[in-house]
């Protein structure tokens, strides 16, 4: 069974930053795309970024491009996002999602696409 833990979230400042971590055990996890999404109170998950098995592709969300970075250290079966230049509208819970098939060669930006979801971490950004 996969997990997937994420870490990280908090209370910031408008204009602050913060970096989401998301460990996963339980299988080979380098062979498998990774993705972050984010609920908001009352609205549907959206796709936030994206990183690939072997970390060279990535994809972002059109909300958040230019501000968060998503990467992955196989080493460590971890995979970050960086965010920057938080907004107001970033508030959400955050949730880390691996792949279910490996190897991948297109990320996906769809939830359903990804098998295994962590707990979430709320993050939530003061004006």
């Known amino acids: 069974q996969v997990q997937l833990v994420e870490s990280g979230g908090g209370l910031v400042q408008a204009g602050g930053s913060l970096r989401l971590s998301c460990v996963a055990s339980?299988?080979?996890?380098?062979?498998?795309?990774m993705g972050w999404f984010r609920q908001a109170p009352g609205k549907e998950r959206d796709f936030v970024a994206a990183i690939n098995w072997r970390g060279g592709v990535t994809q972002y969300g059109d909300s958040v491009k230019g501000r968060f970075t998503i990467s992955r250290d196989n080493a460590k079966n971890t995979v970050y996002l960086q965010m920057n230049s938080l907004k107001p509208e970033d508030t959400a819970i955050y949730y880390c999602?691996?792949?279910?098939?490996?190897?991948?060669?297109?990320?996906?930006?769809?939830?359903?696409?990804?098998?295994?979801w962590g707990q979430g971490t709320q993050v939530t950004i003061s004006s």
């Open positions: 999602a691996a792949d279910g098939i490996p190897g991948r060669v297109v990320i996906s930006t769809v939830p359903r696409v990804y098998k295994y």
């Open positions: 339980g299988r080979t996890f380098s062979s498998y795309a």
